[in-house]
């Protein structure tokens, strides 16, 4: 019977015991993911890492030690590219002023040569310094413009304006080469409606699309741009009777500096829908083409309707 007694003690003990260890190490890996939680909370939020001068030799210790290294080498990488970014910004910046005079001048100079040269040989050969001269300032432009959205120098700045003005003021601006070109151009769009967005930059991304309909399109053919109102987002559409692009190369199309090989000898750099597309993507939205070879492209921008979009850069 004493036996009995003793043995049922025994496992009595032994059990508390079991159920003590391992209420503890519950409570240690309870006490660790809470120390761990507020550590990369500590490293996320980039705040002093404090409590933790002394290393302790234990598993917490080590973690921590590696997760502070971690962080600091996080916190430096931080640092040299915010300084980097901030080099690019000032470089842009120069490019941007240093080129500006000089080009005019070119350009100026060129065009009294011009006026005065008496040879034909003389003014053909400057008309193509002329075109040259015009092909750089382009590019200079493009790449500033590139950089400093991608930089984040120059902010996307959203207002509440009427859709119709931005648009008006894209169109005006590709009218006399439409004209040049004999295609026709129309425009369907709500006068009423007012949307969230950057004029500038939104009539910049618009620009490059009617640019390369013109460009891409034969003489005689049509432009169309259409605004529908969606659910979640509004739709600018700009359609041509052009080309087409064929499915493959429709993703590709949207990538910097990518050009069909069969429209090299038309002017451009291939960074216009690249540029329309962050464009889009800064303000929320996005861009996407509908197009098949020989039969014309759809071009979209949906820009979202609310004004909940924080831009990312
Ligand atoms: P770029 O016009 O300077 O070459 P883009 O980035 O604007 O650069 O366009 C990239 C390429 O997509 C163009 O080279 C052209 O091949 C094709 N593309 C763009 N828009 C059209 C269009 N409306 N119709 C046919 N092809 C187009």
Avoid at 189 to 195: G, K, P, V
């Amino acid at each position: 019977m004493a036996g009995w007694i003793i043995i049922t003690i025994g496992a009595v003990l032994i059990a508390a015991l079991f159920a003590w260890k391992l209420w503890r190490l519950q409570h240690e890996v309870y006490l660790f993911a809470d120390r761990l939680e507020q550590f990369l909370d500590c490293i996320l939020s980039e705040k002093e890492i404090t409590g933790l001068e002394e290393i302790e030799d234990t598993l917490w210790g080590k973690v921590s030690e590696k997760l502070q290294r971690v962080a600091h080498v996080w916190k430096q990488k931080n640092t040299e590219v915010l300084r980097e970014k901030q080099q690019i910004k000032e470089l842009i910046s120069d490019i941007s002023h240093q080129t500006k005079t000089p080009i005019a001048n070119i350009k100026v100079y060129l065009e009294i040569l011009q006026s005065e040269s008496e040879s034909a040989r003389e003014r053909e050969f400057l008309t193509n310094m002329e075109r040259q001269t015009e092909k750089l300032d382009f590019l200079l432009q493009s790449m500033i413009k590139m950089s400093r959205l991608e930089t984040g120098s120059m902010q996307i700045q959203q207002q509440n304006a009427r859709l119709v003005d931005t648009l008006g003021h894209a169109v005006a601006a590709i009218v006399p080469k439409a004209e040049k070109k004999r295609l026709r151009l129309s425009v369907d769009c709500d006068t009423q409606i007012r949307l969230f967005h950057d004029p500038k930059w939104t009539e910049e991304a618009v620009f490059n699309l009617l640019d390369n309909a013109v460009k891409y399109t034969e003489p005689g053919g049509d432009i169309h741009i259409a605004v529908t109102r969606q659910e979640m987002f509004t739709k600018i559409s700009v359609q041509d009777t052009g080309k087409g692009i064929a499915q493959e190369r429709q993703a590709e199309i949207f990538t910097r500096f990518y050009r069909e090989p069969e429209v090299h000898d038309l002017e451009g750099i291939g960074i216009g829908l690249y540029l329309t597309r962050r464009i889009a993507e800064l303000q929320g939205g996005y861009a996407e083409v509908r197009s098949a070879l020989g039969q014309g492209s759809d071009f979209r921008v949906y820009l979202p309707n609310e004004s909940s979009h924080y831009c990312d850069n």
